[in-house]
């Protein structure tokens, strides 16, 4: 059986070699309708779209008196501890310093510069990407879950907050499954053997593998020296 070397294998070529500019690779990947957007559905948006309302709903009810919405107002509001909070801020520094690097290695490594760094011809597998596949969503599903606890003294944390954050998480992650389709389309066997090599979203798993990875890196390194 023929190897899948992908429909961006020539683009990835040409870029390593600067035979073609890092615009002049963005519009083709556009011209061969290999952009991202065409690989999600609008109900993984509209989805998303409604979690993310439903996490500040009830502040923008009490804030503009909206009656119609008043039972929102007498759901208990959850109450978390300010040492809870602290963690929460600690953890979205993290999570947006991996959303900045996330984007600078796309733009730098993917072959379509800062404009085109959404739509990448090379696939990248450095930083954050060598843990997770999808670091870029996972950092920014977790901001925005954890932005909603720690303005949770000023916007209230309800069911109704717990619904939306669940709503928001699982539609960024559908997006990776949808994505991923497109992703295998662009690069072929290179992105298959990065799927059996680095998991989607378990950022767990993630450091685990690539603790395994550098452990046996070293060893080589070391076995040749020796």
């Known amino acids: 059986m023929a190897d899948d070397e992908g429909k961006l294998r020539d683009l990835a070529e040409k870029r390593l070699k600067n035979e073609i500019t890092a615009r002049e690779a963005y519009d083709e990947v556009y011209r061969r309708g290999l952009q991202h957007g065409n690989d999600s559905s609008p109900i993984t948006a509209f989805v998303m779209l409604v979690g993310g309302i439903l996490c500040y709903i009830?502040?923008?009810?009490?804030?503009?008196?909206?009656?119609?919405?008043?039972?929102?107002?007498?759901?208990?509001r959850i109450i978390?501890?300010?040492t809870v909070r602290y963690i929460a801020i600690i953890l979205l520094i993290l999570t947006f310093v991996v959303l900045v690097h996330t984007t600078y290695?796309?733009?730098?490594?993917g072959g379509t510069g800062w404009k085109g760094e959404s739509e990448t011809v090379i696939l990248v597998k450095e930083g954050p990407y060598s843990i997770v596949r999808h670091g870029a969503v996972l950092s920014f599903s977790?901001?925005?879950?954890?932005?909603?606890?720690?303005?949770?003294?000023?916007?209230?944390?309800n069911i109704i907050s717990v619904i939306g954050n669940i709503l928001f998480f699982l539609s960024c992650y559908y997006s990776c499954v949808e994505g991923?389709?497109?992703?295998?389309?662009?690069?072929g066997d290179e992105y298959r053997h990065y799927m059996r090599e680095v998991p989607r979203y378990n950022f767990v798993l993630g450091l685990w593998r690539w603790a395994k990875r550098r452990n046996k890196q070293d060893s080589e390194i070391y076995s040749s020296s020796s």
Do not use: C, D, Y
Request: net charge neutral.
């Open 105 to 109: 290695l796309r733009a730098t490594k």
């Open 80 to 82: 978390f501890p300010e």
């Open 180 to 187: 991923e389709r497109l992703n295998m389309l662009k690069w």
């Open 142 to 157: 977790g901001f925005f879950t954890l932005l909603t606890v720690i303005l949770s003294p000023h916007v209230p944390f």
């Open 58 to 76: 009830t502040f923008f009810a009490e804030l503009w008196h909206l009656s119609f919405l008043e039972p929102l107002f007498q759901l208990p």
